[in-house]
């Protein structure tokens, strides 16, 4: 096996890893604390992938256009979570569920009347869009580069806030006591909506740095979505910890999986039979990655939360 | 002497630093009123909840009628005859109080992998049914929603399900808890009628009823039993007085 | 299951059973393949109901059974077997046996656990689909439809309709005695209490398992029928929406009440057929963006419209809804 492509497709996980991170970090936290489920935390991907390409085409910077994008997803975010998602806290977890998976209609929807239904491109700055030589004779994308940069940077950030701020000892309070803290005089409602935007633009960010890897196109964050939820499951719910754990094992299982299960087969049966269960047997690796995970912790592997 | 009917040795379990039950040792002798009592905090539920299976045990060992149950689910504890009631009522709501009382008999009538036959109309399982609630003083509610039934109804519910289970020893987290004078009287009149079919461990914070009520009664301090013995031995023991007794009126106590 | 339910089933199986001479007489045979669809997805929505109404399991896979049984009649004709009383059976086996797995795994978890392991264990099968190239991928698969040896002939539009309709009846009943059963008594009470439940003596676990798996075999019933309508078969079927669809037919229908769910299965497609032609009318190319209207009539449904379309006709005597969670 090449170990330089070994290092790469290591590279490749780690920055699905913490992509899917910044997806199931708002996820776990708005679990944990709102008891909330929210399908329609993918369609914030989207939505900022759309606003940052709509952005960065009108500002013609790929930097003002992002650092207006996540100010702008914030605000989708509150305007979310006031409107529609507070009614629900309160429901039963079934109600959640459809209430936002009838969201996820209305918001694909709108997405296809403002932006169409053809994928959109967006490029990259040249500063952006060149290799490095991560180790000699090893070139490694940029972008790919910053992207894990940033995941590793908000990952600490978001580490940061909710061990050690007042606001992190506000939500750590929250998720067990919530007259607790309307004790303290601290407004419930607002912290509940600034917790909710926040998640949005980790999300968000997310889509933001998605877009110029793929194309944006509606619904672009569902099937993130559900690897967030496979993270979150993993991790424990309500555990930041235990999502950056478990996206990162996520990410490298899936990406390093789909490349070297096929050929890992072939060891052991014919090569026709490997090419056919390879591809096969990849695409399933996270799921029987949790199931297993599940046999042994049902609760996750670090769960925060006992109730 | 006869073998205990529930047999408590050496019994651990704490929450972080916060010990519940600390190296309890205890024997139930069959067909008595054994109650337990103590100030709030001292472990009484923690304690049924380690009897019943809710709650795995730290240390130590429990045995029902000689047979080791202390690593037994709370289903096979109860198919062994080991029935309990909840100190926050416990029942199926949107059930009829007679089908509550029928499920915990059919729990006791083999499977329930039957699919066919309609189980509310079927004499094996609401005949016994009704003589329960009849037993409990429920005769004529069975088919009021059980959650339109009064606490102190809910209350007797909770002990008609458990007597269902045609059990040899119940567990009964204070059963008084929430109701008023003649419902407790009612209730009190109830469990001495129970007296000698069942072995009873009875945790409660109606003194009067205790002392009314029991046999022999176990104090319990921060998870440990600081004495154990009849009503008088009780009501007489200084550290008792001290440790527990001393902060309820001691007039409630001249009263039993 | 009070006497109200049992007439609103019966005068809803028989508008069903009307709709064949219906369409002949008014020459409209489109209809007879619509409300075909209508009456799989309602066995498939009340296969749901059983676990989620009233075993209050919130199983967000439940499409991936219809995939399979979807899968195994066309995997079948694929290899020259058309035989429906081979397929069918094996379809439902199947449908059982990945039904007894997955329920195994998530019924160890409960709460939101449960509700994102079923969601995860479904998009394992939707990705398996795709990627095995020699059924289609992602393009499909067509699939003959079933024979069964001279005795239906499933081309025939109006024998096919029956099959289906007989099977939907057959289902309705079945569960409407399985509800009322001791087990029945144990699904529904798990549900409402299920720590009581094990405090009077019962193993719950296996009740729900086999529910689970009863319910998952229903499906993969509804799936074989599915790829005999379509004469084809796609991950499609089992991608997560479709689970959310179903989901979404039990809730709008009635949760808890068997009948319901077909009555929303028939809302919800009457609604996806009509609503674009609809906002057509409203507005030029509106039809396009039918989904936009549809998304907040779901969370309407969700916010206000408890009991769902029964509870319309049902002024009493409900069957517990609330979701223990």
Known sequence: MDPLLLLEQAFNGLQFGVMLFLIAAGLTLVFGIMDLVNLAHGSLVMIGAYLATTL??????????????????????????????????????????????????????????????????????????GQVEIIPGAPYPVFRLVIIAVGLIVAALIYTIVAHTRLGMLIRAGASNNEMVGALGINIKSLFTFVFALGAVFAGLAGMMLGPLTSVEPGIGEPLLILAFVVIIIGGIGSIRGAFIAAILIGMADTVGRVFLPVLLRIFVSDAAADTAGPALASMLIYILMAAILVVRPRGLFPARTG | MTEAALRIEGLC?????????????????????????????????????????????????????????????????????????FQVTSIFQDFSALDNVALAVQAQAGHSFHFWRPAQKDPRLQDPAREALARIGL???????????????QRQLEIAMALATRPSLLLLDEPMAGMGRDESRHMVDLLQGLKGDHTIVLIEHDMDAVFALADRITVLVYGRAIATGAPAQIRADRAVRAAYLGTESSTDIGDA | MNRQQIWISLITLTLFAVVPPLTVLFDQPFYLDMFARIMILAIAAVSLDLILGHGGMVSFGHAVYMGIGAYAVGILSYYGIDNGFIQFPLAMLASALIGLIFGAMSLRTSGVYFIMITLAFAQMLFFLAISLEEFGGDDGMSAARSEFAGLIDMYDGVQFYYLIFACLALVLYLLHRL?????GMVIRASRSNEKRMHAIGYPTYRYKLAAFTIAGTICGLAGALFANLNEFVSPDVMH??????????????????????????????????????????????????????????????????????????????????????
């Open chain 1, 56 to 129: 960065i085409a009108w500002t013609d910077s790929f930097i003002f256009g992002i650092a207006l994008a996540l100010p702008a997803t914030f605000a989708v975010g509150v305007l979310v979570e006031v409107v529609a998602l507070r009614t629900l806290y309160r429901r039963n977890h079934l109600d959640q569920v459809l209430a936002t998976f009838g969201l996820i209609l209305f918001f694909n929807e709108v997405v296809r009347i403002i932006w169409g239904a053809q994928s959109i491109y967006s490029g990259l700055p040249d500063y952006l869009s």
């Open chain 3, 240 to 325: 997560w929406t479709h689970s959310g669809e179903i989901m979404v037919m039990v809730i709008m229908g009635g949760i808890g009440t068997l009948i319901g769910p077909v009555l929303g299965a028939s809302a919800f497609l009457l609604l996806e057929e009509y609503l674009p032609e609809w906002m057509e009318m409203v507005m030029t190319n509106g039809g396009e963006h039918w989904a936009i209207v549809m998304g907040p009539i779901l969370i309407a449904i969700v916010l206000f419209g408890r009991g769902g379309i029964h509870a319309l006709f049902a002024s009493r005597g409900k069957i517990g809804v609330k979701q223990n969670d």
């Open chain 3, 179 to 183: 509800v009322l059963s001791r087990f």
């Open chain 2, 13 to 85: 379990k704490s929450f972080g630093s916060l010990v519940a039950t600390d190296d309890l040792h205890l024997d139930i002798a069959p067909g008595e009123i054994h109650a337990i009592i103590g100030p709030n905090g001292a472990g009484k539920t923690t304690l049924i909840a380690q009897l019943s299976g809710e709650l795995r045990s730290d240390r130590g060992r429990v045995s029902f009628a000689g047979r080791d149950i202390t690593s037994m689910s709370m289903p096979a504890r109860s198919a062994l005859g080991l029935a309990r009631s």
């Open chain 2, 139 to 153: 005769g004529d509610r069975g088919d009021v929603p059980a959650a339109n039934l009064s606490h102190g109804e």
